[in-house]
């Protein structure tokens, strides 16, 4: 039998659940406020959440079609068409045709929808900073050091990437 702790062993049941359990718990700890400035940040720039789905989207994988974008954002194409006029009227996006298919749009966020996407961001962080203020820093260090081998773990070639 394979020893559990081996750095090539499948994750064992329980220890995803007792990770699910801590993760869920966290979440319920900073949920509240983050939501809440989730919240005041759609309030503020008047978005819905599919429209701010859609401007996290673009962000992360512009220039995308409209039917790459409706996939995302988990929405018929019709409404992703809409959405999307709505984002280009406020000038948080930007539209233009697919040089290598000219029936198809491109659509990419402008810097104003991108800043409003860092400011959002800069809310949910400032969240999670303001609970994890009273923790002991060397519980601080072994969280972060736990967070960044999860996420090297989830996308390998992030390893890579970060200096």
Do not use: C, W
């Not at 989207?57 to 512009?62: C, K, Q, S, T, V």
């Not at 809409?82 to 984002?87: F, I, M």
């Amino acid at each position: 039998m394979m020893d559990p702790t081996h750095a090539n062993a499948p994750p064992a049941p329980d220890d995803i659940a007792r990770l699910t359990r801590a993760m869920r718990e966290l979440h319920r700890l900073i949920g509240t406020q983050v939501l809440r400035g989730m919240q005041g940040g759609l309030q503020d720039h008047d978005l819905t959440f599919a429209q701010m789905t859609a401007l996290h989207g673009l962000r992360a994988g512009a220039p995308l079609t409209v039917s790459a974008l409706a996939a995302h954002a988990r929405l018929s194409l019709p409404a992703t068409s809409h959405l999307v006029e709505r984002l280009v009227r406020r000038g948080l996006a930007e539209r233009r045709e697919n040089p290598d298919n000219r029936r198809e749009k491109l659509v990419a966020p402008t810097a104003a929808g991108l800043a409003v996407v860092s400011r959002m961001d800069a809310q949910f962080v400032g969240a999670y900073a303001a609970a994890f203020q009273p923790v002991r820093p060397p519980v601080l260090r072994a969280a972060a050091d736990a967070v960044q081998a999860l996420i090297d773990d989830i996308t390998p070639s992030h390893a890579q990437e970060t200096p």
